[in-house]
């Protein structure tokens, strides 16, 4: 196969490159790259073929077959981030009418939280309605952006999308050397906690959740791998639990054990 991209300056990327990498982040992440990546892949790609002073795709194909560290930083450049707090708005009101519903503790799910604006915008919104003792567990495959929300510390920009009475009451702005930057209150961050979880791997869990966010990371995977997911989500949710998806996501009319109440919100029922 001849080369897919070769700029004068660049590195050799050919379509036999591709396709293993394509094959490589499916086995590892689940994540189906359409043929249309491929400048995504070359650009992020070749950011770590300079550092790690290689010389071409086809070096570092073979770099990642078996070096572990590495497939993890492949994993973090090739994964999509993009996030915001209080994104969908209406999955945040939603939860506020839960919990005035169910005066015991919520268990809650973030199964794809990239840089935490999902799971701390759970614990902002419900720490704002007085409540302290729900739990929320916050997981991504991606090391990179646990770390980012493992520190708690955003750019003030981002508040923009903060509900202001919500952002006064949790948030708090960085002063001198912190100048610029804003993190969620102790009493939000106290009700989080982040761990690295493949959702395609293992799910270590003891209990099961009252509701499960898992939005805007299955458009990324198969028909096949997505089914596979919902009837996980199933068994690892309370009866009556709910199931909220992204935007563009959705689940079958036809999906066994779910009504739709929505908006991309499902509930769980007995079949
Ligand atoms: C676009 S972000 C969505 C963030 C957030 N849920 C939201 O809707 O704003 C998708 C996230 O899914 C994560 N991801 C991709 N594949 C994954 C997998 N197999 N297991 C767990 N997380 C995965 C990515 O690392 C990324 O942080």
Redesign the pocket.
Known sequence: MGSLLNPPDGFVFTGQDFAYIKDRIFAL???RLSDQKDKMVYSRLSRRIRELGLGDFAQYCLRLEHDRDEQIQFINAL??????FF?EGHHFDFLAAIAEDHPAPLRIW?????TG??PYSIAAQLVSLGRREDRILA????TQ?LATAQSGLYDVNEAASIPPGILADTFLKGRGDQAGWMRPCRQVRDRVTFRQ????GPWPFRHKFNLI?C???MI?FDRPTQATLIERFYQQLEDGGFLLL?HAEGLDKHQQGFVSLGKTIYQKVAV
């Open positions: 992440a689940g994540i994964t999509t981030n993009k996030t915001q994104r973030s199964s794809a939280c990239s604006e999902e997981t991504d495959l991606n952006v979880l493949n959702l395609i966010f939005r805007n990371v990324y992204g």
